[in-house]
C-alpha cells in the first residue's frame, strides 16, 4: 500500500502557504499605514484555501480567456481591498489597530498549522519505526 503525503498530510501544506501570504500582506498594510492613497490589502483565507490544488500551489481563477495566466510561486490568491471603518483625508485605509490584531490573529493560527504538520510528521515517523 503505497503512502500520499498529500494523503497523509491534508489540506495543512495548503493552509501554511495562504497563512504565510496573508502575513505577507497584513505586514505590508502595516509598514504602508502613513502612505498616502494606499489601499489595505487582505485575502479571505476561506476562499483561497478552497482554490487550493492538490498539488499543492495556489490557482488563479480566470474570468476571461484572453486573461494571463499566473505562473510562478502562489499567485492564485485573490487578493481583496479591505473597506475602511474610518476613510483617512489622505485616501489611506488603513487601520494599524485592525491590521495588528489580524496579523497577531494570523500569527496564532499560522503556528497552529506549523503544529499540526509537526505532529503528522512525528505520526508518520513513529508508524515508520512500528509505533517506537
Known sequence: ???SFNDALG???QA??????????LSSNIANADTPHYKARDLDFRQ?????DTSGGLHLRTTH???????GKGGGDEV???VPTQPSLDGNTVDPQLEQ???AENAVQYQASLDFLGDKFVGLKNALKGGQ
Do not use: G, N
Request: charged letters at 25%; hydrophobic letters at 60%.
Open 11 to 13: 489540506i495543512h501544506e
Open 16 to 25: 501554511l502557504q495562504v497563512r504565510a501570504r496573508r502575513m505577507e500582506l
Open 80 to 82: 481583496l481591498y479591505r
Open 101 to 103: 490584531a489580524a496579523f
Open 48 to 52: 483561497a484555501l478552497e482554490e487550493a
Open 1 to 3: 500500500m503505497p503512502l
Open 65 to 71: 480567456a484572453a486573461h494571463i495566466p499566473a505562473v
